[in-house]
């Protein structure tokens, strides 16, 4: 999708009801509950027959209208809203999943992706399998009939492995079940992840969407496309839904666990998409072109950035994301002990967690998202102790260049 079909579908989405004032932007409705005039009304309201909003952890008319500009924009078929990456995860997980099912992934996993997988949906009897997504062998032989999804991050963070995601998709079609990706990495206006085989996105919008750590909040894009027969609490609906898969997730899942997104924070991230592709495509730039002149310098023992030629997974890269695959870097030293000092010296690099900021923000991940685990577990996932992870934001290249110049100087 180029900028400008983004541009016009984003902008010129409709309101599902004229407002009163003519109002450019959406407004916040703090409501919570909606009055109607007759018990017919509401009768029909609550039970699905109409698209009235009844109560706002079930829909929000601001909530619904950043969840419909979303879905003009990707041409999903389903879109919801919650409050952070990780609801969107745990949501889609409890709609596919049941007890003695299991779900196939990688070790190369975010920290509460990993954390959520192996004790929480592990405790409710859904079995984690993990394989290298980069072995197509592997992959095939670890999904078989109980299985509710393949789930891949489309960049891992922090190893910047890349699988190629449509030969995971003709896979997981072939085995009957739903490719599910993390696509918080590169944004929806500049990669179309259903094209290469994706049937379900899920995403942090607290990222690059928000607009600048404005907000919380997290997406489910589903584009109804996968073969739904086969998960046991979604067969009921097969024959009534174009995705039983959304219909569940809405009508049960998404309630009952309540974790909605707010119409503030709606509000503010429906402002972010109109901003999104002019920001990425700075902060994805600069990104580049700093790793290119990160590997200049002697202190810095590896640059991984996978639009880089040389990178492993440079092809790969090139062909899903383009040219610039992203706006994080790693980079490794020789040692905790030298990463340590190297943060504590930075004057412009903000040490905080967090990705896509307007401000550059770094961080150990070894000792900060992954600093509950066991050094195991951490060897097990390929976390070094010698990496650093870049954010990079708004500011010029050859400021971030001198700061990491300074920092690095003993």
Same mark, same amino acid.
């Given at each position: ?24 932007? @959406? ?23 109409? *698209? ?30 919650? /409050?952070? &990456?990780?609801?969107?995860? %745990? ?20 920290? /509460? ?30 999904? =078989? *009939? ?8 489309? +960049?891992?963070?922090?190893? @910047? ?48 969407? %928000? ?15 996968? =073969? ?29 666990? &309540? ?21 990425? *495509? ?32 440079? *092809? ?37 967690? /967090? ?26 996932? =390929?976390?070094?102790?010698?990496? +650093?992870?870049?954010?990079? &934001? ?7 260049? &001198? =700061? ?7």
């Amino acid at each position: 999708m180029n900028e400008k079909e983004y541009e016009t579908k984003l902008l010129s989405t409709p309101y599902p009801k004229r407002d009163a004032y003519g109002a450019l932007s @959406m407004p916040v409705y703090h409501a919570l509950a909606y009055e109607f005039s007759t018990a017919e009304e509401m009768e029909a309201a609550f039970s699905g027959r109409t *698209e009235e909003h009844t109560y706002s952890r079930v829909t929000n008319p601001t909530v619904q209208y950043f969840e419909e500009r979303v879905k003009r924009a990707t041409g999903a078929y389903g879109v919801t809203a919650l /409050n952070s &990456g990780m609801a969107a995860i %745990s949501n889609t997980f409890i709609t596919l999943a049941w007890s003695g099912s299991n779900l196939v992934t990688s070790r190369h996993l975010f920290g /509460n992706t990993y954390s959520f997988f192996v004790k929480t949906l592990n405790a409710f009897g859904v079995e984690v399998r993990f394989c290298d997504l980069t072995n197509l062998e592997e992959v095939a032989e670890a999904i =078989d *009939e109980r299985t509710c999804g393949l789930f891949v991050e489309v +960049i891992t963070n922090p190893q @910047m492995e890349v699988a190629d995601l449509e030969q995971l998709g003709r896979i997981a079609h072939n085995k009957h079940v739903p490719l599910i990706a993390d696509t918080t990495i590169v944004p929806f206006p500049i990669f179309r992840a259903v094209d290469f085989g994706v049937d379900i996105e899920v995403v942090s919008s607290t990222k690059y969407i %928000s607009g600048g750590a404005t907000s919380l909040g997290g997406l489910i894009i589903d584009y109804g496309l996968f =073969d739904q027969y086969r998960a046991p609490l979604l067969q009921a609906l097969a024959d009534s839904s174009r995705s039983p898969f959304h219909t569940r997730l809405r009508k049960e899942v998404h309630r009952n666990l &309540g974790a909605y997104m707010t119409p503030e924070v709606a509000y503010v991230q429906s402002i972010g998409l109109e901003t999104l592709p002019v920001r990425f *495509e700075r902060q994805a730039a600069a990104c580049k072109e700093l790793a290119g002149k990160l590997q200049s310098l002697p202190e810095i023992q590896g640059v991984n950035y996978t639009g880089l030629k040389g990178n492993p997974f440079y *092809e790969v890269s090139k062909k899903q994301f383009g040219d610039y695959p992203g706006a994080m870097l790693t980079f490794d030293l020789e040692s905790k002990e030298r990463c340590f000092g190297f943060l504590n010296k930075l004057k412009l690099i903000r040490r905080a967690t /967090n990705l896509f900021d307007n401000r550059s923000l770094i961080i150990h991940p070894a000792s900060t998202i992954f600093g509950t685990f066991t050094a195991g577990q951490r060897e097990m996932m =390929d976390v070094k102790e010698t990496t +650093i992870r870049l954010s990079v &934001g708004l500011e010029s290249v050859d400021s971030l260049f &001198g =700061d990491i110049r300074q920092a690095l100087a003993r």
